[in-house]
């Protein structure tokens, strides 16, 4: 008898894969977004299968959650740009420059060329094997914390969540730049059901994004997917426009996008100052470290991710030639 396991899993792989088809095959935009944000959510089901709540978490919650209302965010800007804000036709809207095919083509190779790699690695990758997990498991009594993943991205490979938060840095400094003086679609109107969404919703995110926060080090979670699920307060305030942005508030918006990647260059210094190698920490410390750090991060993406949002630093008014842009 065949196990309903397989059968399910067979199916969530098909769906996954004529989503991501769909998604680039069909014109009309808003469509293309709603389909992602679907494939987005049976991605994270995907990893759930595999055993990787993690990266479960961190997929529904920045791969779908924030970069679907990163995408709505773009679709509104650009129907505004093109003036087909006020039109039915708009979701359908077409890109403003049209793309030259060698760009095109020169895409296409390039993603091949990726695709053959990756199947090189796989078929050439050791079929059995302990892997990495003895090592891990050796290591994690002087990790400073329980888990596993939260061992990994903190301690042993520390260095690449450290290039993970100045990547976000360094979007949302370039997001700054590129919309100075640019125009800023108005923000829709927020409906009575809407506000009232809001003011249920956001004590429960905060409660569960600063939960996912502790619980990373011993369980799944940790700050990327807190600070994710925190950013979702910044997108509601943003919407609801309970919060706006003021130039006065510049200042402290910068020091919140160089928080977490001010405090983990901080601590390799201060570890590295003591004799050891840069992010060795001590093991009687190196759990208060890693929560250090994971706090500080997690305010960081959060506000980050809000920003991206929000798309334009807050500036006065004659700067703008006369216009607020908040």
């Given amino acids: 008898m065949t196990d309903p396991l397989v059968i399910f899993d067979l199916l ?56 679907g209302a990163l995408l709505l965010k773009t679709l509104h800007h650009l129907r505004f740009v093109s003036g087909t804000l006020d039109q039915q036709a708009a979701l359908s809207v077409t890109p403003l420059l049209p793309v030259p095919g060698a760009v095109i083509w020169a895409n296409a190779a390039f993603c091949g060329l990726i695709t053959l790699g990756l199947a090189a690695a796989f078929l050439g ?33 520390a260095y690449d969540t450290l290039m993970e938060v100045v990547v976000l840095l360094a979007a949302v400094i370039a997001v700054w730049q590129i919309e100075r003086g640019m125009s800023d679609a ?10 009232g969404f809001a003011r249920l919703a956001l004590p ?7 939960y996912l926060l502790w619980v990373g080090a011993e369980a ?8 994710a699920v925190l950013a979702a307060v910044g997108l509601l305030l943003l919407l609801t426009r309970a919060y706006v942005p003021r130039p006065a508030h510049r200042g402290i918006a910068r020091g919140a996008f160089v928080l977490g990647t001010g405090a983990f260059a901080a601590v390799a210094l201060l570890v590295a100052g003591g004799g050891r190698v840069a992010f060795e920490y001590p093991p009687e410390h190196a759990k208060s470290l890693i929560l250090l750090i994971e706090g500080l991060v997690t305010i960081s993406i959060a506000i980050t991710l809000a920003a991206l949002f929000h798309g334009r630093e807050p500036v006065a008014l004659s700067t703008q030639g006369g216009r607020n842009d908040t």
């Fill in 125 to 157: 990758a050791p079929q059995a094997g302990p892997g990495f997990d003895p090592l891990v498991a050796d290591a994690m009594p002087q990790s400073g914390v329980e888990h596993p993943v939260t061992g990994v991205l903190l301690n042993f490979r």
């Fill in 204 to 210: 429960a995110i905060v409660v569960v994004g600063t």
């Fill in 12 to 67: 969530l792989a098909a769906s996954v894969v004529a989503l991501a088809v769909a998604v680039l095959g069909v014109r009309d935009l808003f469509a293309a977004i709603v389909l992602f944000v679907i494939f987005g959510l049976l991605s994270a089901l995907s990893w759930v299968r595999l055993s990787a709540p993690d990266v479960a978490l961190a997929e529904a919650a920045i791969g779908t959650g924030v970069t």
């Fill in 220 to 227: 799944p979670g940790g700050a990327f997917q807190g600070g």
């Fill in 186 to 195: 108005p923000a829709p109107v927020m409906g009575e059901v809407w506000q």
